[in-house]
């Protein structure tokens, strides 16, 4: 039995910086998992095509996804994306997105599975903590997988959670597997992620902190794993997505606790070294992936000095001016936003949040981010002071000043549109909640209509599902 495992190619990765590749780019499973030196690369296998454009390397990072979200201003000189901008997913653009998103998390859930097949099979390799460690690595990252799938091609599921949804797949197969009900599907996201947490008790990241414990590179730099806590956050992030507010604001509430001591807020110092600026304040980051190349994604998408419009992703000035609500002060505008560029009489804004290579933080795409934790529990308290509490001290540490509680509401949205520039989650945001109208990236007092089937992407063919 084979899996095709080495796809990594322009992803700023080396294939055989994690595994000696047979011919034809194929690992012989036995031969992989008859250690643990095949298991930890196999996995870290799986983190490196995490980065692949088709993913969060590009299409549900800051392009395809954000598009979606209507984040920049797409004219008719740029018709691929503009037929996005439109909803338009039946057009080659479309298909050819939604074809690459759910043929390789699909094929990448198939490594998860292949994993813990193995880990049963071969757990006699894997002493001390690394079974536990592995096993809940896969799993978080099957559940993470499946769950941005749902939240792409599936329902939206407060509005029914009956319907039928898509694809689960809790084992290594060939043959397709039915598609569950949405809420069936979301129990499954939640099963794995509650077993994922008790894996994960012991994680490095509880005792050691982010940096890890130094004894083996495979248990430093937890952010940059699913570790504990990023998997607290992704069940917070789970339940609220299906309306479950109380065990939401639990889980959020258990990560806020420890947040000073493993994810503390960034400093002003850390933005002010334009050379080496922090734009993705790396501290507050509960998992990110690391893209060797993540510098191509600005000099690619949005480097205003050197593309044109048919090729770059920019909002414009007036339209960010609006949605910052002119606060310059804000530490998310001004190490990301500030620079502009004028094109045709019309100024720009360049978003530079992956500009830069000199350090780790210039190579970490952000997954989890500690501030979606106090949103959540600030959308979800039913104590007013409480709600306000969380709400301000997040707004706080990016200089802003307090709300009222019973604003607090009001702001959440405008924080969501801020918070997660380039990120991939105001797309998520707006599904959520429904909303029939965005932010219009031409026009700053315009809306732009939805329709809700819009925030329900189609299911590509058969044929690229499973293969």
Not at 15 to 30: A, G, H, Q, T
Not at 88 to 101: D, L
Not at 379 to 388: F, I, K, N, Q, Y
């Amino acid at each position: 039995m084979i899996i095709f495992i080495c796809l990594w190619g322009g992803v700023g990765f080396s294939c055989s910086n994690w595994l000696d590749v047979k011919p034809s780019d194929r690992i012989s499973e036995d031969n992989n998992f008859s250690s643990l030196v095949g298991f930890k690369k196999t996995l870290n296998g799986v983190y490196i095509e995490l980065n692949s454009s088709d993913l969060y390397g590009k299409n549900l990072s800051c392009e395809f996804i954000e598009i979606l979200a209507q984040r920049y201003a797409i004219g008719d000189e740029n018709k691929s994306n503009k037929e996005l901008m439109e909803f338009s997913y039946n057009g080659s653009a479309g298909r050819g997105k939604t074809t690459s998103i759910w043929g390789t998390a699909y094929k990448l859930i198939a490594n998860t599975n292949l994993i813990l097949k193995n880990i049963e099979l071969h757990s006699d390799v894997l002493a001390g903590e690394y079974y536990n460690l592995i096993k809940g690595e896969a799993l978080a990252l099957r559940a993470l997988l499946h769950f941005d799938l749902f939240r792409l091609f599936g329902p939206i599921y407060t509005e029914d959670s009956t319907a039928i949804s898509i694809p689960y797949y809790k084992e290594f197969q060939f043959d397709a597997a039915p598609s569950y009900a949405a809420n069936g599907f979301m129990n499954m996201v939640i099963e794995d992620l509650l077993q994922a947490e008790q894996l994960l008790v012991n994680d490095p990241i509880v005792k050691y902190g982010v940096k890890g414990n130094a004894k083996d590179v495979f248990l430093q730099d937890r952010n940059l794993r699913l570790n504990y806590y990023a998997v607290q956050g992704l069940l917070a992030r789970a339940y609220l997505y299906m309306g479950n507010k109380e065990r939401a604001l639990y889980y959020a509430e258990s990560v806020i606790k420890i947040q000073e001591e493993k994810f503390p807020w960034v400093t002003p110092m850390k933005l002010d070294n334009s050379k080496s600026a922090d734009r993705v304040f790396s501290t507050e980051i509960m998992f990110a992936l690391q893209n060797l190349n993540r510098n191509t994604l600005y000099t690619s998408l949005f480097d205003g000095a050197n593309l044109k419009l048919n090729t770059l992703l920019a909002p414009r000035g007036d339209v960010v001016n609006y949605v910052f609500e002119s606060d310059k002060a804000d530490y998310r505008y001004s190490s990301s936003l500030s620079g502009t560029v004028e094109i045709s009489g019309t100024t720009y804004r360049v978003f530079n949040k992956f500009q830069g290579t000199d350090s780790l933080y210039n190579q970490m795409i952000p997954m989890i981010r500690i501030s979606e934790m106090y949103m959540i529990a600030s959308e979800t308290s039913t104590d007013g002071p409480t709600r306000a509490k969380y709400f301000n001290t997040f707004r706080n540490h990016h200089n802003l000043g307090n709300v009222r509680e019973w604003d607090v509401n009001y702001y959440l949205e405008k924080e969501w549109k801020k918070e997660f520039y380039g990120e991939g989650q105001l797309f998520f945001w707006y599904k959520r909640n429904k909303k029939t109208e965005m932010q219009s990236a031409t026009d700053q007092y315009g809306l732009v209509s939805v329709k809700l089937s819009n925030y329900v992407l189609p299911i590509p063919d058969a044929e690229s599902q499973y293969n």
